[in-house]
């Protein structure tokens, strides 16, 4: 009998952590999802970088801190959506190799609540900025939207899906993109169902399809983060032109550091 009400606390007590756990992933999700940091370690000046500091404002009047990055060539002009932790200054390298390799104008822009941008981070608040910095980008350029190229890296994938299922581009290009929140809830936290409960969705997998560009996307083989076959779910609900290129050795972070990365982005970039 004390054997059984020792088994039994020891039950009840697993059972109440598992449900603060629960509890906390499910109220407090927005902490589970976004990752951001406000001190930007770095600017392109420290790559020998010229650039411009902009300030774009959000449809819903959020302030949003960005580069301006001119390029060699006129056009297309790449409109650059980061991945989820950090900010603008932890792709100051990432920002060099394009510029270099590519010759290309870059316009990025840190979300809301990350880096100097105002306000906090969620769902529709992303997708508003992404939308807004379009804007911005076509504003610095003088280029039409087909003359902007979006690339989404990770989170950046999720954002640059609905911004291009919604406005016309001259291509969109997606790194280590994943399906939905709900499926990477899954894929981290298997021992808790909460997938069902979470309110925001990033639902790439659905939405894909409404794309009207050439795409282009990339993933590492050895992505531990987003598995790449969760990349090859979305890129099998995409229409054509598409292109999927698995990026030998890369893991989540990184991609760029590969030469198959440059290789496979110029030769998408031509095609266009």
């Known amino acids: 009998m004390v054997r059984g009400a020792r088994w039994a606390r020891g039950l009840l007590l697993l059972l109440i952590v598992l449900g603060l756990l629960y509890a906390g992933l499910v109220l407090g999700e927005s902490r589970f999802i976004y990752f951001p940091a406000r001190t930007l370690t770095a600017t392109p000046a420290d790559a020998g970088l010229e650039f411009v500091d902009v300030e774009v404002r959000s449809h819903d009047g959020v302030r949003l801190h960005g580069w301006w990055v001119p390029g060699r060539i006129e056009s297309p002009t790449l409109l650059w959506f980061h991945g989820n932790a950090g900010n603008l200054g932890d792709r100051v390298g990432l920002l060099r190799l394009l510029h270099e390799e590519l010759g290309l104008g870059i316009f990025m822009v840190d979300y809301r609540g990350y880096g100097r941008s105002e306000g906090k981070p969620s769902e529709d608040g992303l997708y508003a900025d992404a939308r807004a910095a379009l804007d911005a980008a076509q504003e610095h350029t003088a280029a039409g939207s087909d ?57 790439s997998e659905s939405r894909i399809a409404e794309i009207d560009a050439p795409l282009l996307m990339l993933h590492g083989e050895n992505d531990d983060i987003v598995p790449i076959e969760m990349g090859r779910q979305v890129f099998a609900a995409a229409e054509a032109p598409k292109e999927f290129r698995a990026i030998p050795g890369a893991g989540h972070n990184d991609v760029y550091l590969r030469t198959e990365f440059v290789t496979a982005l110029k030769s998408f970039l031509d095609t266009l």
């Open 147 to 203: 003359g902007v190229v979006v690339y989404g890296q990770s989170l950046g994938a999720a954002v640059a899906v609905e911004l291009a299922s919604a406005r016309r581009l001259r291509g969109v290009v997606l790194e280590a993109a994943f399906t939905s929140i709900p499926d990477m809830a899954r894929q981290h936290y298997a021992f808790l169902p909460v997938g069902p409960l979470l309110r925001t969705s990033f639902d």
